[in-house]
């Protein structure tokens, strides 16, 4: 009988461990799209207010992470390249920090990592009108501003090629 139980409670173990695994590609797309972003404003590190009615026209990648984040700062490579190579084609690739530390925590850290698109202080509010549950997590904009795609995970740039060619189509 004991044996019996050890081999349950070894199994749920296994099987625990399996489901908590992150998935191969390392992001989940979740379902849904078509509808607005929520309007946001947040600062950049020199403390100046961003908003999300100037990037209106451009697809936007709006990249929540923080500097404690290992998947978050697996993906920075890939968010700096994508954006080096599709700025010119009208997308924005935007960083919203979720560090409690604000500037302080963020800004040496961008310095270090030489990133090279727009890092913004995601407030506690743009994070609950975004539904920031977990880190990262990255919603795709249209030139609209209507969300194409959201993520959950580390993206890889074959996933956000995948997901933003589509939306550079002229108007």
Request: hydrophobic letters at 45%; one cysteine or more; charged letters at 15%.
């Amino acid at each position: 009988m004991k044996a019996r139980w050890l081999y349950l409670f070894l199994l749920a173990v296994v099987l625990g461990w399996l489901a908590s695994r992150p998935t191969s590609n390392g992001f989940m797309r979740l379902p849904g799209g078509g509808f607005p972003a929520p309007d946001w404003a947040m600062t950049n590190l020199a403390g100046q207010t961003v908003r999300s009615s100037e990037f209106l026209g451009k697809v936007v990648v709006l990249n929540f992470w923080a500097t404690w984040c290992p998947p978050c700062r697996r993906e920075l490579p890939e968010l700096n390249a994508f954006h080096t190579s599709r700025e010119t084609n009208g997308v924005m690739v935007i960083g919203a920090a979720t560090d409690e530390g604000g500037a302080t925590t963020v800004q040496p850290f961008v310095k270090r990592h030489e990133l090279n698109y727009p890092i913004l202080l995601a407030n506690p509010e743009v994070q609950q009108a975004f539904s920031i549950s977990q880190l990262p997590t990255t919603w795709i904009l249209d030139r609209h501003g209507r969300v194409a795609a959201r993520y959950l995970g580390a993206l890889t740039a074959r996933e956000l090629d995948r997901a933003v060619t589509p939306l550079l189509a002229p108007p």
